[in-house]
């Protein structure tokens, strides 16, 4: 049966995100909607990844199943970082174990210039599946997604993924006119789909940034900052999570950008975390953060996985909120019952 959307705002991962204190310690997964389940397995064989992500109620359904089989504390939409580029028109696809292709990378300033606008139309589709999740998900609230102008160029620039960056690392220093030009348009595309997602209901939103912990801390402020920062203001109303993977050094600048939840991945303690956050900012409020169980650890059996969530729960109580999660996605072959049995001893910590 239907429910309802409630707007009950006293949720314990929206209270931690705005600072307060939750009846519980909040947790969701990224990527907990995905392939560790095998009723997604069920559900997506046949259909590619893109073409799910354009199909209202298959993005319902995979969302709903993590908060169904774990009792998450928050839904995160169905998608993927290229979504809005592919609405808009950019010619890629996501090739299994691969990841985003680009059938012409960009190299200069014709394919800057010829990068298509968002039209809020083009990704109907995602506000639909968000208009029926709200009707499903009662109290748990729905957080939206996008990635980040950073590593959407990287892709547009490279063609697919990479492990130095090379390309985009010489376009952003050989050329920085051009490479704050591509970084805009694509803020332009990211701010128009995660407006799209929370004129629809969202309750918060995560901007994706898997790349950025590539770059030095001067290089993100100079070439990456203002561009998150202005995908990051254009989202009012709700809180907004910023992640990166192996971004320790970079968690100052990211928060500047308009965090008000910091993602941690698992190579930097949250308290660690924190200090870094409040010393590099003593004037502002005690910061929020997100995270941070390697995903590898939930392998590696349940003594080993309940000391981690203790020990992660206590590094959390340093900050002003903490939402439990892992510090990056889960991965595809993990065990979907030792993540349910994380969820219950994150829920029972406090």
Known sequence: MAVEMSDNTTAPLLVAARGGVPARTPVWFMRQAGRSLPEYRALRAGTSMLDACFDPEMVCEITLQPVRRHDVDGAILFSDIVVPLKAAGVDLDIVPGTGPVVAKPVSGRADVDALPVLEPEQVQPV????????????????????????????????????????????????????????????????????????????????????????????????FVLPHSKRVLESVTDVPRIHFGVGTGELLPAMREAGADVVGVDWRTPLDVAVRRLVAAAPDRPLPVVQGNLDPALLFAGEEVVRAEVDRIVEEGRAAAGHIFNLGHGVLPDTDPDMITKAVEWVHRSR
């Open 127 to 222: 506000a639909d599946a968000i208009g029926l999740l709200n009707a499903r998900l009662g109290d748990v609230p729905l957080i939206g997604f996008a990635g980040a102008p950073f590593t959407l160029a990287s892709y547009l620039v490279e063609g697919g993924p990479s492990r130095n960056h090379e390309r985009t690392k010489a376009l952003m220093h050989a050329d920085p006119d051009l490479w704050h030009a591509l970084l805009a348009k694509i803020a332009d595309i990211t701010a128009e789909f995660l407006r799209v997602q929370v004129a629809a209901g969202v309750r918060a939103v995560q901007l994706f940034d898997s790349w950025a912990g590539a770059l030095s801390e001067r290089d993100y402020r100079r």
